[in-house]
T-cell receptor
Framework: DGGITQSPKYLFRKEGQNVTLSCEQN?????MYWYRQDPGQGLRLIYY???????QKGDIAEGYSVSREKKESFPLTVTSAQKNPTAFYLC?????????????FGPGTRLTVT | AQTVTQSQPEMSVQEAETVTLSCTYD???????LFWYKQPPSRQMILVIR??????QNATENRFSVNFQKAAKSFSLKISDSQLGDAAMYFC??????????FGTGTRLQVTL
């Protein structure tokens, strides 16, 4: 079945360590997105990518990095510079970058940093 | 910058009844899209309904419909014949020329017997 996979579902890390969250899609979508969800704050955009080898910062990019070497994959690295990394992270994709196109979401990764 | 406001943190509805969730937004753009997403306890985000700003007709999807008031910048979601499976967080979202989604803070809907 086509869809978006995120792994793992739960991730635990020690403070000061970088951690990479996986996002893979087999929908042949051009655009991919990373969101962070905190209680009471909805979803906030971290990074997005329209095409391979190109990406743009979203509203809260500080402390995060991404790469887009393949169309199907858009991994997110949470660096030690991110002051409050504990959150629920959602990856999404759409046919192309544009407001008319529905974004499909993955199941999310819950990251806990202690 | 665009903002999306959901003023109802929690709502409750009895099974088979109708409930309306409110959403207001602020923008200076004339062409944009509005969405309602559902997030059940599984936390999977699911698109419920979409409205194009240039369309005057309100969108409907089975039991879900919207009341889009462009001048008032209001975009409410009506759920008819509520079912237990409708219990979830509902997020209103805006997408304009920047093509990124801006979300409200969500409304938690409880459905009671």
């Amino acid at each position: 079945d086509g869809g978006i996979t995120q792994s793992p579902k739960y991730l635990f890390r020690k403070e000061g360590q970088n951690v990479t969250l996986s996002c893979e899609q087999n929908l042949n979508h051009d655009a991919m997105y990373w969101y962070r969800q905190d209680p009471g704050q909805g979803l906030r955009l971290i990074y997005y990518s329209q095409i391979v080898n190109d990406f743009q910062k979203g509203d809260i990019a500080e402390g995060y990095s991404v790469s887009r070497e393949k169309k199907e994959s858009f991994p997110l690295t949470v660096t030690s510079a991110q002051k409050n990394p504990t959150a629920f992270y959602l990856c999404a994709s759409s046919m192309t970058r544009g407001p008319a196109y529905e974004q499909y979401f993955g199941p999310g990764t819950r990251l806990t940093v202690t | 910058a665009q903002t999306v406001t959901q003023s109802q943190p929690e709502m409750s509805v009895q099974e088979a009844e109708t409930v309306t969730l409110s959403c207001t937004y602020d923008t200076s753009e004339s062409d944009y899209y509005l969405f309602w997403y559902k997030q059940p306890p599984s936390r999977q985000m699911i698109l419920v309904i979409r409205q194009e700003a240039y369309k005057q007709q309100n969108a409907t999807e089975n039991r879900f419909s919207v009341n889009f008031q462009k001048a008032a910048k209001s975009f409410s979601l009506k759920i008819s014949d509520s079912q237990l499976g409708d219990a979830a967080m509902y997020f209103c979202a805006y997408a304009g020329t920047a093509s990124k989604l801006t979300f409200g803070t969500g409304t938690r809907l409880q459905v009671t017997l």
